[in-house]
């Protein structure tokens, strides 16, 4: 912190902010090492917020009968016996927790027929025996990573294809990273000037020279972090004819972690059951034209004119950043 700093403290119930109308804040006082703390005369108000939060992993009436169970019953299941009868249960219903190619070709199997349900998973013949020939012979070898900077996923990708690649970090996250970093520089105006540095790639030189301490912490961050030997692949013109982000992925990987998975990790045969009995089966009622106010698929991007307007007016603030013509790097057609 330094000289006429505030910093604001929210409320955090299980993980997650809620909005409590109790509020506080520290101010350190220019020229000295004291700060004042400002609290609000407001009470804290999270019981109800917890309840909405806790039932976002546990249903009412789930909860009701765990706690049911626990009051009543003279014998108290241990945690490891309730997860051996979980374990037990679903090896009986959904089959074992791995599996071998030969299953999988089983699962393709039982799903092999046009069903009279329209919404149960249906698995075209010509479809997934091309795929388990491919999977066989094909030596399939991607030479792009367009991911988060995890070193776990490009740790993954190196030991599973053991073939050369380029790694691009994804645009989305690097930015939010470095915006969740740039709020502790007070002066907006100076903050917006960096942020524009970062994305038009000019020398972040420029932002170490400025005479103000919070430029100096987030100028060390920014060089420590994102201009390393690992983590330097985010910048656009990296990898031309590539993806920046991998948003597309993210969201529909979060609808299956928020929708089915509840961030759990599945083993496969786990994953097939539950995207057979569960996820595909609501996504295609939901999509049905007899459904109650049904999801209708997009071909083509709504863009409204308001997104015009600031594609434009961007546009005419960055006319000096220099784009690529496709003949730059693709040779004469």
């Known amino acids: 912190m330094t000289g006429d700093d505030k910093r604001y403290y929210d409320c955090y119930t299980m993980g997650k902010k809620v909005k409590c109308p109790f509020k506080m804040y520290l101010f350190l006082h220019p020229d000295t090492q004291y700060c004042t703390v400002f609290m609000s005369d407001d009470k804290h108000s999270h019981e109800k917020q917890e309840d909405e939060i806790d039932c976002e992993h546990l249903s009412k009436t789930v909860r009701n009968e765990i706690i049911r ?24 219903n959904y089959g074992p927790a791995n599996m071998t190619l030969n299953q999988l ?173 569960k996820l595909l089966k609501r996504w295609s009622k939901e999509r049905s034209v007899n459904y109650t106010d049904p999801i209708h698929f997009k071909f083509a991007a709504d863009i409204n004119l308001r997104t015009w307007t600031k594609a434009w007016h961007w546009q005419c603030e960055h006319c000096d950043i220099n784009i690529p013509k496709k003949t730059d790097h693709l040779g004469s057609t």
């Open 69 to 92: 169970i626990f009051e009543n019953e003279t014998h108290q299941a241990t945690s490891i016996q309730i997860y051996n009868l979980i374990q037990r249960y679903k090896k009986s």
């Open 105 to 277: 070709i089983d699962y393709c199997n039982a799903h092999i027929n046009l069903p009279d349900n329209l919404d149960e998973v249906f698995i075209p013949k010509t479809y997934f025996e091309a795929s388990i020939t491919e999977a066989k012979e094909f030596d399939f070898c991607p030479n792009k990573l367009v991911a988060d900077a995890a070193p776990a996923i490009t740790n993954g990708f190196t030991k599973v294809f053991n073939h050369p690649f380029s790694r691009v970090i994804c645009w989305a996250h690097v930015i939010r990273n470095i915006d969740s970093n740039l709020i502790t520089i007070n002066d907006e105006p100076m903050r917006k000037s960096i942020r524009n540095q970062i994305i038009r790639s000019i020398s972040n030189n420029k932002i170490g020279k400025k005479n103000n301490e919070s430029v100096k912490v987030f100028s060390k961050y920014f060089n420590d972090v994102w201009l390393s030997d690992s983590n330097d692949a985010w910048y656009e013109s990296y990898s031309l004819r590539t993806p920046s982000t991998n948003n597309a992925l993210e969201s529909t990987n979060r609808i299956i972690k928020d929708e089915a998975t509840f961030r759990k990790r599945l083993s496969v045969s786990d994953f097939l059951n539950m995207v057979s009995t």
